[in-house]
């Protein structure tokens, strides 16, 4: 897929909105502009139902039921609601919290911020060199004053599918509440809440082929007053989180959500993950110097995170613009100039972190992309070489 001049290989970053997508947004940005909280009149209904529609679309999705869905911003906002909401309200015997180690950045900053605010004790879950999680020093680590425990399940740099089912058993037998960032899980596994002993779990619209500005945060039924919002106002969704929903950006949302349950995902994902897999191979082709990340165990079918030792990550994409679009890691950390904390996490020195990067591959990828992409990176290897 091209994006402008630059074939598009970051899809973990955010995904095109699909074009079935757009069209059931945008009769309500045109026909109906009523709040769906306005009870009062019948454009009002209409909203909340559409509204209504995409919380059972998301909620089936997850294995939960609509009551169980909080809308919000984005998949941020989601991780930030279940970590401070929780930490605000926990009780006297239960002040530790666990967090793994290859979180996305908003976890780890909100679990921080969980336990200045509200004086727990934040300890951190190791990663083995694999890019998942060590289950014995969970195991270890957790017992019956933990309050949570954050794992995400799947890594969004290097892929990795973390053993859900097994953390989960070990948060039921401590009596702690397991918390899961799944947002890039939609397209590379099947989730079901209960059954994977999940109390809170984050989703994110515009990493499903939906739109940008609106995510979920799933709380179990039974732990939703457990949870101090974030958000005070009118009271809206249960008095979870306040404030007027966007319709359309909901709708969006569930539509995206509906797509996934209509295509055949298995045939999809192996169709993604064979474009993967052959572009693992020509890049590793280029030389021994090109290693994959997070190698060895399940990973995300898109995600193709490698490292090119000797160079700069960094100066290779640029090497290579506008005409070539991926990461050198999470796009929240824009801006920030330092080593991804995930590959540091499994291991990699600070210059095997500077080297890498992250390529992800989606629904619109075409083998075509791969061919661009492979002879961009192996003309630009030898000028970036040459420049440093």
């Known amino acids: ?29 045109r026909d109906n502009a009523a709040n769906p909280h306005s009870v009062d009149h019948a454009a009002g209904w209409a909203a909340q139902r559409a509204i209504d529609g995409s919380a059972l679309a998301i909620a089936k999705l997850i294995g939960a039921d609509p009551d169980e869905i909080v809308f919000t911003s984005g998949a941020t906002e989601a991780n930030n609601l279940a970590i401070l909401g929780l930490a605000a309200r926990a009780p006297s015997n239960r002040r ?13 900053a909100s679990s921080r911020a969980a336990a200045n605010r509200y004086g727990l004790i934040l300890e951190m879950i190791p990663a083995t060199s694999n890019g998942v999680i060590d289950i014995e020093a969970l195991r270890s680590l957790l017992n019956d004053d933990v309050l949570c425990v954050a794992v995400m399940a799947v890594n969004n740099e290097i892929g990795t599918i973390q053993p ?3 953390i989960g058993q070990l948060c039921k037998e401590a009596g702690a509440i397991f918390h899961c960032d799944a947002v890039q899980a939609p397209l590379a596994m099947q989730l079901d809440v209960h059954e994977l002993g999940i109390g809170s779990l984050s989703l994110s619209a515009h990493k499903i082929y939906g739109p940008k500005g609106v995510g979920a945060a799933f709380l179990r039924r ?43 995902g298995i045939a999809e994902h192996e169709r993604v993950r064979t474009l993967r897999d052959q572009f693992e191979e020509r ?44 990461s050198t890691g999470s796009a929240c950390t824009s801006g920030i100039s330092e080593p991804s904390h995930v590959l540091r996490a499994i291991g990699l020195t600070e210059a095997q972190a500077d080297a890498s990067i992250r390529f992800s591959l989606g629904r619109f990828s075409v083998p075509e992309d791969i061919d661009v992409a492979v002879s961009l990176i192996r003309d630009a290897l030898p000028r970036v070489a040459a420049a440093a």
């Open 283 to 326: 890049l590793c082709g280029l030389g021994s110097f090109v290693q994959v990340n997070g190698a060895g165990t399940a990973r995300h079918p898109g995600n193709l995170n490698i490292r090119f030792e000797g160079y700069s990550a960094q100066d290779i994409l640029a090497a290579v613009q506008p005409n070539l679009a991926a």
């Open 1 to 29: 897929m091209r994006i402008g001049n630059s074939t598009y290989l970051d899809y973990q970053a955010s995904t095109p909105v699909d074009p079935r997508v757009m069209a059931t947004m945008e009769p309500f940005f």
């Open 96 to 108: 530790r919290m666990l967090v793994s180690a290859i979180e996305h950045k908003c976890v780890l």
């Open 222 to 264: 039974d732990i939703q007053d457990q949870v101090e919002p974030l958000i005070y106002g009118g009271g809206q969704q249960r008095n979870l989180r306040s404030g007027t929903l966007p319709t359309p950006l909901c709708v969006g949302f569930g539509t995206a959500v509906s797509i996934l349950e209509e295509i055949d």
């Open 164 to 166: 859900l089912s097994q």
